[in-house]
């Protein structure tokens, strides 16, 4: 496991050669722990007891410019937690982090207009209205030139093979077609750091098969440096240069998909990729 460091603030001399430079990050929630029954409820309002959960325990790690890293782990592992940190969606409880120079959770206009997150179960684009429309209000949110985010739009669409469907209120696309909406969304303003979250999940064969291609071409011809969170394992091995595995809150593994797969094969005889190295972990995990 590896271990974490100090919670001392960093100096900005220390972030130069990182896009992201993560140091002793903590999170911990404080929840209202309710009994059963009518009357434990009544008696909760004057006596509460409360629970603390370390979502996230002291994580530590450095990202230069224009890698991928595949973020790894069970549900419930802080790997969500950690990317809303570095996004600047909750604060966190202790420690530190500078994405792009800043704090994330000092949330700057000029942080802001440099990132993206993606997250696959919650919707960025607004329900009711069209993804075209949705596009032209992010335009002006991030303030991008009318015809130059015109062009992205189009130039995005066509590669994703969603053109036709630009108009349509984003509440009667398809889950695939919504997801491909969603990425263009996100890449409208050219964030120079990316942070996707499950961009694939629940989606059929032939949706992940695009995504991933159109991800994988535009990492190629953007570079952005990403953090990316899947439950299928083809979206890591086909997209990230580096692995980050959580297990419980902590960072248990930082190195390459091949370095994680050949650590396992020394307690192993036969032969074995990936995903059922992956699968095992989590299984065990499951267990205890």
């Given amino acids: 496991m590896l271990s974490s460091l100090d919670n001392t603030q960093l100096r900005p001399s220390e972030t130069d050669d990182f896009v992201i430079d993560v140091r002793g990050l903590a999170r911990t929630y404080k929840s209202y722990k309710k009994s059963e029954g009518l009357w434990n409820s009544v008696r909760g309002l004057w006596r509460r007891e409360f629970i603390e959960v370390e979502a996230l325990k002291p994580t530590s790690f450095q990202i230069p410019a224009g890698q991928i890293v595949g973020l790894v782990g069970a549900n ?16 966190p409880s202790s420690g530190d982090a ?13 942080f802001l207009k440099q ?3 993606l997250l696959g ?13 949705s596009f032209e209000l992010l335009r002006k949110i991030y303030d991008v030139d009318k015809g130059i985010a015109q062009k992205r739009v189009q130039e995005l669409s066509e590669i994703l093979q969603c053109t036709h469907v630009l108009n349509i209120q984003l509440r009667r696309l398809s889950l695939g077609e919504r997801m491909k909406m969603e990425l263009i969304g996100a890449l409208l303003h050219q964030p120079r750091v990316l942070f996707l979250d499950e961009p ?3 989606l059929d064969i032939v949706a992940q098969t695009s995504i991933r291609k159109f991800l ?26 580096r692995l980050l595995l959580m297990s419980k809150g902590c960072l248990v593994y930082d190195g390459s998909v091949a ?18 190295v992956i699968h095992e972990f989590l299984e065990k995990e499951s267990r205890v």
Avoid: C
């Avoid at 179960?121 to 429309?133: E, G, Y």
């Avoid at 953007?222 to 953090?227: A, L, M, N, V």
């Fill in 98 to 110: 500078r994405v792009l120079g800043y704090k994330p959770w000092e949330r700057k206009n000029d």
């Fill in 121 to 133: 179960q919650k919707n960025q684009l607004w329900w009711d209205i069209s993804p075209a429309d």
């Fill in 200 to 202: 694939t999940i629940g």
């Fill in 76 to 91: 419930g592992a802080g790997k969500t937690t950690l990317l809303k940190a570095l996004s600047g969606l909750i604060h």
């Fill in 259 to 276: 370095g994680f797969i050949s650590k396992s094969l020394k307690s192993k005889n036969e032969e074995v990729d990936f995903e059922s």
């Fill in 216 to 241: 994988e071409n535009y990492v190629r011809k953007q570079r952005p440096t990403i953090i990316l969170t899947s439950h299928y394992m083809d979206d890591i091995t086909e997209l990230a240069d």
């Fill in 115 to 117: 990132i993206s997150l």
